[in-house]
């Protein structure tokens, strides 16, 4: 027959355990920007992306991270090698992960909510797949409010593609400016998946 003291015992075990479950996550809160004690049973959602240019040449690990709530920003960070240093490339998420044909079947740039005019990433009123710049092989947006893990604006399964311009954010006149943000033509993708969280 179990004793008392040992069903005791494998109460504390268990709260024991939860807690330490509680407070991992509490971490992964407090950097989603909720401060210490901000919903302690919060999920936090991955993806990454894998780039690579058809030759092999430049590679890029692209990580994406937000708490599963709503109205919570994506964390944004990238590395690439085989980049020139100080020169920009732009970085957007396109409408599909289809590599059938490369980075030339993605379909168009990710743009739920219909917006025609073209702007920088900095910007409140940008495309959501509009990224912005690599520069010296890194890249990082700590509150990007338009990309999404789940819901609407969700980039799980969708493409990634860097170029080999600087996105200038549609600021000329000029026909590929206001098209593309004049970023000429890829020289990397890949697909963004998810990737096993905390939950």
């Known amino acids: 027959m179990i004793s008392a003291a040992y069903c005791l015992f494998l109460f504390s075990l268990t709260n024991f355990l939860y807690l330490e479950n509680v407070y ?3 971490s992964d809160a407090v950097h989603a920007g909720g401060g210490v004690g901000f919903q302690k049973h919060l999920t936090i959602l991955r993806a990454i ?17 937000q708490a599963f709530n709503a109205g919570a920003p994506t964390h944004i960070n990238g590395t690439f090698k085989g980049l020139p240093e100080e020169d920009e490339f732009g970085l957007k998420i396109f409408e599909y992960g289809n590599m059938t044909n490369g980075c030339f079947s ?4 990710f743009n739920p909510d219909g917006l025609k005019k073209r702007v920088d990433a900095q910007n409140p ?4 797949g509009t ?26 399964g969708r493409g990634i593609i860097l170029f080999e311009n600087r996105d200038d954010g549609g ?29």
């Open 24 to 26: 991992a996550f509490e």
């Open 49 to 65: 992306a894998r780039l690579q240019s058809p030759d092999g040449q430049v590679t890029g690990v692209v990580e994406f991270q």
């Open 106 to 109: 993605m379909g168009r740039e």
């Open 125 to 128: 009123n940008h495309w959501t």
């Open 131 to 156: 990224l912005g710049n690599v520069k010296n092989g890194r890249y990082e947006q700590h509150h990007n409010h338009k990309v999404s893990l789940f819901g609407r604006n969700n980039i799980i």
């Open 171 to 199: 600021e000329f006149s000029i026909r590929e400016s206001q098209l593309t943000g004049n970023v000429g033509r890829p020289v990397a993708c890949g697909i963004i998946g998810n990737l096993m969280g905390h939950f």
